[in-house]
């Protein structure tokens, strides 16, 4: 199947940026969606980005204007450039992807923590 790493979280400041990466690996046939999800301590996992193979985008209101989300179809990875962070960004980010190879099927990776301090 397809495994996910993602990596980039860390300890910033209010209105720093940090960049997060998630590089598939495994039995990949052709990545479709990526997407990046965020779940903050005491809720439920929610959406923040996706990028489909053709490159069209989408955001969660909260972060348009201050994330991006982008691809390297060569290198299987998808990113996200987040500037403008605020303590309210403080989760842990996972991201997501599906495979035209294994239909009806997501692969997520483990997460990585981005903690905002105010």
């Known amino acids: 199947q397809v495994q996910l790493v993602e990596s980039g979280g860390g300890l910033v400041q209010a209105g720093g940026s940090l960049r997060l990466s998630c590089a598939a690996s495994g039995n990949i046939v052709r990545i479709n969606v990526m997407g990046w999800y965020r779940q903050a301590p005491g809720e439920q996992r929610k959406l923040v980005a996706t990028?489909?193979?053709?490159?069209?985008?989408n955001y969660v209101d909260s972060v348009m204007g201050r994330f991006t989300i982008s691809r390297d179809n060569a290198k299987n990875t998808v990113y996200l450039q987040m500037n403008s962070l605020k303590p309210e960004d403080t989760a842990v980010y996972y991201c997501k992807m599906s495979d035209v190879g294994y239909p009806g099927m997501d692969f997520w990776g483990k997460g990585t923590l981005v903690t905002v301090s105010s």
């Open positions: 990028i489909t193979s053709g490159g069209r985008t």
